[in-house]
């Protein structure tokens, strides 16, 4: 059976609608996913629908976008309760920040002579969370970069010259935040920005896993995150991080190894995992 616990719709910034990645999925031979978009669970009970249908396990879950000194980091969440009020009312914030940065980077994109309009931004994400892709994408459009790619690589990355800070979210208040909504934490696609260093403090803040099998990580990459794993005690995961086009890891649904024996772990685990009835008490900046 193939498994990926990272895929996204249109519910974030991915091509294909819920019900489409899990016919995709299907196609594919996918029989375990996760539909984990950014900062929105929009897109899971349609998901779910579609699974039920297909004949394909589908599993609860959100990515959330953290800020750092040293770049950026993204936590998964699998099992978050999708319809907890207070959890769903905190993604509103967060999407709320999205769509500001969007606008703010926007403008910097004009005045750096690479004009777009908002109003295309706002269309490509079709009322889901807006992204840097929906931006990359209406580059792309307007003929000012080949590929998505490009726009990251040139104006909208990290680096970049139009980049503008996210909302702020701690990695630790992350995993607080899906630990309370019923979820499992794991951090994601660590080997992208060299993450090592944060994981012990992590684990002590309560993180349950890492998203070892990822396309972008080499074998070498794979074997440190298991043997990090196994030193704090945390699950191991594994997903394509599926877009769809040339966003994030441009590799198929499906085609990144994630090995069944990770699975019952998880599953274990989540078990045993109850969302709060009110929202965590952190010190959450959710304003620019």
């Known amino acids: 059976m193939r498994i990926d616990l990272h895929t996204h719709s ?25 539909l984990s978009d950014h900062d929105t669970v929009a897109g899971v009970d349609a998901a779910l629908a579609a ?30 309760d999708h319809t907890l009020p207070w959890f769903l009312a905190i993604l509103d914030r967060l999407r709320a920040g999205r769509a500001e940065r969007a606008s703010r980077m926007v403008a910097r994109l004009k005045a750096l002579g690479v004009p777009i309009a908002m109003r295309r931004v706002e269309e490509l994400a079709a009322g889901g969370a807006v992204g840097r892709p929906h931006i990359a994408r209406a580059m792309v459009e307007a003929g000012h970069v080949e590929e998505a790619a490009e726009a990251f690589d040139r104006y909208i990355g990290r680096f970049g010259p139009a980049y503008v800070e996210r909302v702020k979210l ?47 990580h080499s074998p070498d990459d794979v074997e440190r995150y298991r043997a ?18 040339s966003i994030a890891s441009r590799v198929f649904i499906g085609s990144q190894y994630v090995p069944e024996a990770v699975i019952p772990a998880i599953r274990e685990a989540s078990r045993s995992r109850q969302a709060d009835t009110e929202p965590p008490d952190l010190p959450l900046s959710l304003e620019e």
Do not use: K
Request: hydrophobic content about 45%.
């Open 170 to 216: 701690t990695p630790a208040d992350a995993v607080a935040l899906i630990r309370a909504a019923g979820g499992l934490a794991v951090l994601a696609h660590p080997g992208w920005g060299q993450q090592d260093a944060m994981i012990p403090e992590l684990a002590e803040a309560g993180l349950d896993g890492i998203e070892a099998y990822y396309p972008d």
């Open 51 to 80: 699974g039920r249908r297909a004949s394909v396990e589908v599993w609860p879950a959100v990515e959330l976008s953290c800020d750092v000194a040293e770049g950026e980091v993204h936590m998964l969440g699998y099992f978050v």
């Open 10 to 34: 249109t519910a974030s910034d991915g091509l294909l609608s819920p019900e489409q990645l899990v016919a995709e999925a299907a196609a594919r031979g996918v029989g375990l996913l996760a």
């Open 228 to 245: 990090a794993a196994r030193r704090h005690g945390l699950l191991v995961t594994g997903g394509t991080d599926f877009h769809g086009g």
